[in-house]
């Protein structure tokens, strides 16, 4: 991920060509894409995405976009990181790294 604004384009470009099975490797996408200030798949991934996961990322991003202050105080609730941590029900997929609970 370091190297992605250095090639922001072309890095958009893969991300978004990527059709990944998994809501957890979509909310990655979702993060990476917000980082390069990708706007038009962002709002894709909030609106049409069935991951709980991918939509909080992408929905996260774009509070951060607008303003990045926002970050800091969703953070430090630790509100995003137990929104992720649940199990996606939309999906059916399990959090990586719980075991296999959910």
Do not use: Y
């Not at 909310?27 to 962002?42: I, R």
Request: aromatic residues 2%.
């Amino acid at each position: 991920m370091a190297c992605l604004p250095t090639t922001a384009a072309e890095s958009v470009r893969l991300l978004e060509g990527r059709n990944e099975a998994s809501g957890w490797v979509r909310a990655a996408s979702a993060f990476a894409l917000g980082e390069l200030g990708a706007v038009e798949p962002s709002r894709r991934i909030l609106a049409e995405d069935i991951s709980l996961s991918a939509r909080c990322m992408a929905a996260f991003r774009k509070a951060v976009a607008i303003n990045p202050a926002s970050a800091a105080r969703v953070q430090s609730t630790g509100k995003l990181a137990e929104l992720l941590s649940e199990r996606d029900d939309e999906s059916g997929e399990n959090p990586p790294g719980n075991g296999g609970r959910g």
